[in-house]
């Protein structure tokens, strides 16, 4: 049989898994929402992508994404990376000579500048929701449109609203008053979508040099309109990948290649039961929080202990 790698990413508003062969060919994907859940998520991705017979046995697991560490305790996998890497590596194994990554999620963003194939300069942003999928959510909410709308309605204004790029309350009070003054909403949703890029290009990539080929990745990179606002603001082509949402997941199923081989089997996963919990250790100053993972009333894993007074007895 040949073999095949799964690449898990979980993210705090959507949870990512490919399925590649031994030439990085996808096999099968699946995107779904987290819903605050990334066990959930992740059995009905797995569910998902082994819904019918598939003739590979899968030999490597990676995880990257928020909850990277969890899910890899949890899938035992060969590998556990975080995004900045993942999305490298998988940006690169399809665009070779990528000079820059703009990635733009449900909540957070990062820039990954590349050169030869090799990681530069990067940079995230976690702090502030103005420039992500979640804003544009709840301002879609708030115009009463679909936010997968927003842009075909965008491309269609003549005269983008300016509205305020460096702070979501700012933002959506601007949105109102624009709104008040008579603006068409072509216009308003032109103006989020600018805001978005602005407010990207003024935190997350500030200082940075944007160099082409320029790819534009994550759940924002499908609204068209906020791809053009980046090519009017900085005057340069963006490239949107078909599977620009995969990158993370495609790129830790790379890496898992690179680990020693194990064998796989997801079949009964949705008969499994996982718990997280935690405990605060009072053996020393340090009072650490441990993050406790069991499967099946029996601890796998543990992490957040500083010293060995922490550590945990693993079933």
Not at 41 to 67: D, M, P, Q, R
Not at 215 to 226: D, E, H, M, Y
């Amino acid at each position: 049989m040949k073999k095949a790698y799964l690449g898990i990413d979980i993210g705090s508003i959507s949870t990512k898994g490919v399925l590649i062969d031994e030439e990085n060919h996808i096999l099968r994907s699946s995107y779904l929402w987290t819903e605050g859940s990334p066990i959930n998520a992740v059995k009905k991705v797995l569910k998902e992508l082994f819904k019918e017979k598939i003739e590979y046995n899968v030999v490597g697991v990676g995880t990257t994404g928020s909850a990277r560490k969890l899910i890899g305790s949890i899938l035992n996998a060969t590998i556990v990376k975080n995004e900045i890497t993942a999305h490298a590596i998988g940006t690169s194994s399809i665009c070779p000579n990528v000079g820059t990554i703009i990635e733009i999620g449900g909540q957070d963003s990062k820039i990954i500048l590349m050169e030869d194939g090799i990681v530069t300069d990067y940079a995230m942003n976690t702090l502030c929701a103005a420039g992500t999928g979640s804003f544009l959510s709840s301002q879609a909410n708030r115009l009463g449109i679909q936010v997968e709308d927003f842009g075909k309605i965008a491309l269609k204004s003549k005269n983008p609203a300016l509205l305020a790029a460096r702070c979501t309350v700012f933002a959506e009070s601007d949105l109102v008053h624009k709104a008040q003054l008579g603006y068409s909403k072509e216009d308003i949703v032109a103006g989020l979508c600018r805001s978005v890029a602005l407010n990207y290009l003024n935190n997350v990539a500030k200082g940075k040099k944007i160099n082409e080929p320029i790819v534009f990745q994550g759940g924002v990179s499908k609204n068209i309109g906020v791809q053009k606002a980046f090519e009017d603001i900085l005057n340069k082509k963006i490239d949107v990948l078909d599977n620009g949402h995969l990158m993370g997941a495609i790129g830790v199923a790379i890496l898992s290649k690179n680990e020693e081989e194990k064998k796989y089997d997801f079949s009964n996963i949705d008969q499994v039961h996982f718990e997280t919990t935690s405990v605060n250790c009072n053996r020393c100053p340090n009072n650490c929080e441990i993050i406790i993972v069991k499967k099946d009333k029996k601890i796998i894993d543990s992490w957040g202990n500083r010293c060995e007074k922490g550590e945990l007895k693993i079933c």
